[in-house]
């Protein structure tokens, strides 16, 4: 195998277990976009073991996988979902969003029938402009729920810059004043949530009924923050060498005009932009070799890298093991050369690299 991905459900146990010490609150397991493209199987599974309250994901057809994969806990879909597909939510008894007056005609005139039977949170904009009923909206949309007697469950935001206190707690204040009426109005207690990850370790008293927790799981730390050593990364994206070369100063190295400044010894790594290694790193980024860090060097081809191992010692041979990605070469740390966010870095990881589970 010339690549593969090591997913430690350990450090995901340990990682949900802190998030739920910390918090003291019921879970809702973000696994969307394949948790995180690290691949949602094996980690669904484990998280259900462990009773997560519940997940969520993006979209419809992530949710029938989970059922597919005998997940009965409740799955919230965050994102539209296209009115012939409300059949299907029904019989799957899946939980969907209700983001605008647009959305909610477009169900009403398509099957009341089913969408009687439908499981819905509702979800308020209080900030992010992105998805969401806003304040103005709320009198107009009671009026429907009640008429239709639609079955609300939930009531949701999301925090849109939660590095930013202050912002975060006018969109929680705003969240409150709007979720309380709803209440009232449907006279009805809903699941009221709002915390993210970052939310759920940082701040208390966002936390209402439920957080909805994703990055911490898998371990991405919170940009900007001192590293919370309670949280492991979850996962180490591996490969081997190759190749190895001599190349003098002078010479060029890899695609386009890189000429190398010194002497050096070249190890070639069977990784690349194919498998979702992100080619802005050509240049910037390291990867780990038995314990130490060596240089990226030339630009970064769709299946292979080269690296300079000149102050590697002795034991340099083909077929030594190296980390691209894990706890020696953070998603942290190639986020902030690429000028992306960690979640960015793990999310574009082929799905076709093998998934190693260690349990
Ligand atoms: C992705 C997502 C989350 C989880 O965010 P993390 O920062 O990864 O914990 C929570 N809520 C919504 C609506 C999301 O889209």
């Given at each position: 195998m010339e690549t593969w991905l090591e997913i430690d459900l350990k450090k995901l146990k340990n990682n949900f277990e802190y998030i739920r010490e910390k918090s003291k609150s019921p879970i809702c397991s973000v696994i969307k976009a394949d948790s995180y493209g690290l691949g949602v199987k094996e980690i669904a599974s484990e998280l259900d073991k462990l009773e997560t309250d519940s997940f969520a994901v993006a979209f419809f057809h992530e949710a029938l996988e989970l059922r597919r994969l005998g997940i009965e806990k409740e799955i919230l879909v965050f994102n539209y979902i296209p009115e012939e597909r409300l059949i299907d939510v029904e019989k799957n008894n899946l939980t969907i969003t209700l983001y605008s007056i647009e959305q909610l005609n477009e169900y009403i005139s398509s099957n009341l029938d089913i969408l009687k039977n439908i499981s819905f949170h509702i979800k308020i904009n209080t900030?992010?402009?992105?998805l969401g009923f806003d304040e103005e909206q709320l009198d107009y949309l009671i009026e429907i729920i009640l008429k239709n007697n639609l079955k609300i469950e939930g009531v949701y935001s999301h925090f849109a810059h939660v590095e930013d206190y202050n912002f975060s707690n006018s969109q929680n204040n705003l969240f409150l004043i709007i979720a309380d009426k709803l209440e009232m109005k449907l006279n009805k207690t809903l699941k009221k949530h709002l915390a993210n990850s970052v939310a759920s370790v940082k701040?208390?008293?966002?936390?209402?009924?439920m957080i909805r927790v994703g990055m911490l799981l898998y371990g991405l730390q919170p940009l900007?923050?001192?590293?919370?050593?309670?949280?492991?990364?979850i996962f180490t994206w591996k490969s081997k060498i190759t190749n190895i070369r001599k190349v003098k100063k002078g010479e060029r190295i890899s695609y386009g005009d890189f000429v190398v400044p010194n002497n050096m010894e070249i190890a070639t790594i069977p990784v690349g932009y194919s498998h979702?290694?992100?080619?802005?790193l050509s240049n910037k980024a390291k990867v780990f070799i038995l314990g130490k860090k060596y240089p990226i060097i030339g630009k970064i081809c769709m299946d292979q890298m080269l690296v300079d191992i000149s102050k590697m010692d002795e034991n340099r041979r083909l077929g030594v093991e190296v980390e691209v990605l894990g706890d020696n070469i953070t998603p942290e740390y190639l986020a902030k050369l690429s000028e992306t966010i960690p979640d960015d870095i793990i999310c574009?990881?082929?799905?076709?690299i093998k998934r190693i589970i260690k349990r």
């Open positions: 900030g992010m402009n992105r701040y208390e008293g966002f936390y209402h009924n900007g923050d001192t590293i919370n050593e309670r949280i492991k990364c979702g290694y992100m080619r802005q574009k990881i082929n799905p076709n």
